[in-house]
């Protein structure tokens, strides 16, 4: 077997050169053929294209956080090459959602034996920008582009920009076209979701699904302090979801329209201001490396 690693050194902060002894070790005991692609910032996705045809692997490790996974998801795309993931970033939010072993070197090994392959979903923007985690519009998009433009990481930075988004918060107006209707409201952000859950596991929705061929569009229209603690409280226990705060709606693709440009965000990265969004699902886009653990595949 032939097993491409692509590795982010830089995600999360988080070092990735233990793990590589580490798989290096494990893939030469068992006679596993290996090349590790890092990134360097550089024309990445030419360069991973390229060793893709060059060293033609059976499977692709994903090594980082969600934007490694990301990253080397668009770059498998119209291949057949399937690809797992090995939790090394800051978060993990994906791999958590799709039950990856948060155990670095077990996540390998899963990779290598399981014959469980199943059908990753991508969301598509405006046939151009891609997410197979969670995007949005609205005051999470501003808290990205703020934490993102920050030498410092972490939750108290992040925290701290929370905080000032909250002082100027206010609600705007969209319309959304989907399932053959349209809905015209006011809130305060509008969730795009193949999954459920943010890299800090708060849940947006409890019903995404990334390998059942929709996404989910969330309406999040208020937030006090009452939503804050119940948001808070539903990273440990789903109960403590506020299925009341806002609006879900299940969908293959929609069209959102804002009034005026708004920031959007996509797995974290931040995209730019858009008053248009054409949102598809590409069914299956992906080949996933997982395990009957999975209970997507249920």
Request: glycine share 8%; charged share 25%.
């Amino acid at each position: 077997m032939k097993l491409l690693f692509v590795v982010n050194p830089i995600s999360g902060g988080v070092d990735k050169e233990p793990f590589l002894i580490e798989a290096k070790a494990l893939c030469k005991k068992y006679g596993i053929d290996f090349y590790f692609f890092k990134t360097t910032g550089k024309d990445d996705k030419k360069h991973l294209e390229n060793a893709l045809t060059k060293y033609q692997p059976d499977k692709v490790a994903s090594v980082g956080g969600d934007g490694t996974t990301l990253f080397t998801s668009i770059a498998l795309l119209n291949t057949s090459i399937p690809m797992g993931i090995i939790p090394l970033g800051s978060a993990n939010g994906m791999a958590t959602e799709l039950f990856v072993n948060p155990i670095p070197i077990e996540a390998l090994k899963d990779i290598i034996i399981s014959e469980v392959v199943g059908d990753l979903d991508m969301v598509v923007v405006n046939d151009e920008y891609y997410s197979i985690h969670i995007g949005d519009v609205g005051i999470n998009a501003a808290i990205v582009d703020a934490y993102e433009k920050d030498a410092n990481r972490g939750m108290v930075t992040y925290a701290k920009y929370f905080i000032e988004e909250l002082k100027q918060l206010k609600p705007f107006n969209f319309t959304i076209k989907a399932n053959g209707i349209t809905i015209k409201e006011k809130g305060l952000m509008v969730g795009i979701c193949n999954s459920r859950k943010y890299g800090t596991g708060i849940p947006l929705n409890l019903t995404g699904n990334p390998m059942d061929g929709k996404f989910e569009i969330v309406i999040i229209k208020n937030m006090d302090l009452n939503s804050l603690i119940k948001a808070g409280l539903s990273k440990f226990n789903d109960r403590f979801f506020d299925s009341q705060n806002g609006i879900i709606i299940s969908t293959d693709k929609a069209d959102i329209h804002f009034e005026q440009a708004r920031l959007l965000q996509l797995d974290g990265e931040v995209i730019g201001e858009f008053k248009q969004l054409k949102v598809k699902i590409m069914q299956g886009a992906i080949k996933l490396i997982t395990t009957n653990e999975n209970l997507y595949l249920r």
